[in-house]
């Protein structure tokens, strides 16, 4: 296997691009979350438990989607409960 030899000028290429990659990387626009989450990331979003959450879905606090096992939770719907803005779900 033959040796590379690398140069100053070599080091100071891959700093200037390394540098370049790393700005685009912190300026890079955030990802848009999810917009439906399961029961785990609520509860641990909203530091509750799963009976708290149980709780929430029963009184119509916080609307839900039930596909098989699963239960989603709208991502907007959670911000608006945090904000203090969301109106209990009527249930029919």
Do not use: C
């Amino acid at each position: 296997m033959a040796a590379e030899i690398l140069t100053r000028e070599d080091l100071a290429i891959f700093k200037t691009e390394l540098f370049r990659e790393l700005r685009e990387l912190v300026n890079a626009p955030a990802l848009q979350p999810k917009k439906w989450l399961k029961t785990y990331e609520v509860r641990d979003m909203l530091g509750i438990s799963p009976g708290t959450l149980q709780n929430m879905r029963i009184n119509g606090t916080l609307s839900f989607t039930k596909i098989g096992g699963l239960i989603f939770y709208d991502y907007d719907d959670i911000l608006q409960l945090m904000e203090g803005t969301r109106k209990s779900v009527k249930r029919s």
